[in-house]
């Protein structure tokens, strides 16, 4: 081989292993990427949806806790009648508070399956009013309308005559494995149902907590979904085998450790439709803990109850529009954005762009007329009232030429730009972020 061959095989090597490289990081990637339309889609609507709306008790729980005898819960089930179910309109209303995905309950705790499962008849298909599958036409409305499908999934059914726990002082026994595979076996079916008729872009696990994974068979309820849909996301609640956090009713005070994670929230104190419960959190709190958690790079999972014939309340419909005019005034600053300053920088939530040269600047009220920003290295080029456009004077202080410290900007902000709930400003900065 002369010079030249030599040096033209060893490019085509070279070129080769950069080939290899590129293919490999871009598969790396795909892996990675699994998760990117969660953490862009920072609003998700939960739907708990059941049997427990007739009487407008707790889901599940009254009986388990003894409030109301087994019997009497299960009555309900000829009052579910789903007799204005409009899943168009359910969609219409999620899509309009800029979610980009919902999570509807399949089976709760008490076993009542929304789908006709094959498995048993306790299904509102076989045994309410109702008389049809729920969950096929919602799950189709929202793929119509480009959002993803979120499917709730009870791992534990206090229903299931093979299952070992009932109620709270009861149970139907403590060891025995024949039963205990009579119940796996049910419970995978119905997942393998879920995944198979329904293949939804999130599975929302729940009840874990009363069985290690192994009795679960997490790894092969994760392996089952994962074969199906290589892409699909779990969240935390299979025991150990999912893929983000899921901290429930309480707002985390500091950023959480975990990379994903998604707070769900009842507007009220009940997950489901319960008439009597009137402690509604009113549209700018909830926009406030919204604003709060995506500061904190979570989503937040808000939820509703609709009544038994599937109309949803109207002072639920009223937060779900409130928010929607807000996130759509704001969706810049929101969707696709990331978490946002450490503490310390500014006194509120912030988000920052994907690429990082914006900062996004969320305060209530007036603010003292400015806002104050410390420990950022980069100039701002330009700051804007986001879904208002008016451009804001900016002044910097405490950077003189020889000091390499971040200065102190002042942001003036007047009244005539503030929104009636949550005011946002956008900071465009010179480059890349860059914190002191
Ligand atoms: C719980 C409860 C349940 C509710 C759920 C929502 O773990 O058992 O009733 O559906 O959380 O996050």
């Avoid at 790079?297 to 109309?311: C, E, F, R, Y």
């Amino acid at each position: 081989m002369n010079l030249k061959e030599s040096f033209k095989s060893r490019r085509f090597l070279v070129g080769l292993l950069l080939a290899l490289i590129t293919l490999t990081s871009v598969a790396q990637q795909k892996s990675n990427n699994r998760m990117t339309w969660f953490e862009d889609a920072r609003l998700g609507i939960f739907i708990h949806w059941g049997i427990y709306s007739v009487n407008g008790i707790d889901e599940s729980w009254s009986f388990f806790n003894g409030y109301i005898p087994y019997d009497e819960y299960m009555k309900q089930l000829n009052g579910f009648t789903a007799s204005s179910y409009d899943p168009e309109a359910w969609v219409r209303l999620i899509r309009q508070t800029g979610a980009r995905y919902a999570v509807l309950t399949t089976k709760h705790h008490d076993g009542v399956a929304l789908w006709e499962t094959k498995q048993s008849r306790l299904n509102v298909v076989d045994s309410t009013p109702a008389g049809r599958d729920l969950v096929k036409p919602f799950v189709r409305a929202l793929r119509k309308a480009d959002l993803k499908v979120g499917l709730y999934y009870s791992l534990l059914d206090w229903s299931h005559p093979d299952y070992p726990n009932f109620t709270k002082n009861e149970t139907r026994y403590e060891a025995d494995s024949a039963r205990w595979e009579r119940f796996v076996k049910f419970n995978h079916g119905q997942i393998n149902e879920i995944t198979r008729e329904f293949n939804p872009d999130l599975y929302w696990f729940d009840g874990d907590w009363e069985q290690s994974a192994e009795r679960w068979r997490a790894p092969e309820i994760r392996k089952m979904i994962l074969e199906n849909n290589p892409s699909a996301i779990i969240n935390s609640r299979l025991a150990g085998y999912g893929d983000y956090a899921t901290p429930e009713q309480g707002l985390p005070s500091k950023r959480p450790t975990e990379k994903q994670w998604e707070l769900c929230m009842t507007m009220n104190d009940s997950w489901g439709y319960q008439g009597n419960d009137t402690n509604y959190k009113s549209s700018l709190q909830v926009i406030r803990i919204f604003a709060e958690c995506i500061g904190m790079g979570g989503n937040l999972l808000l939820d509703i109850g609709p009544k038994p014939d599937g109309t949803i309340p109207e002072e639920q419909q009223q937060v779900l529009r409130d928010l929607g005019r807000w996130t759509a005034k704001h969706q810049e600053a929101i969707f696709g954005t990331r978490a946002g300053l450490p503490e310390g920088h500014f006194a509120g939530p912030t988000t920052i762009s994907r690429d990082s040269t914006m900062v996004y600047l969320f305060f209530t009220g007036d603010s003292g007329g400015e806002l104050m920003l410390e420990g950022v290295k980069n100039r701002i080029n330009k700051a804007v009232v986001i879904g208002n456009g008016t451009t804001l004077g900016t002044k910097e202080f405490l950077r003189p030429s020889w000091s390499s410290h971040a200065g102190v900007w002042f942001i003036k902000v007047p009244e005539e730009v503030l929104d009636e709930k949550m005011t946002v400003v956008g900071l465009s900065l010179n480059g890349k972020l860059e914190l002191e």
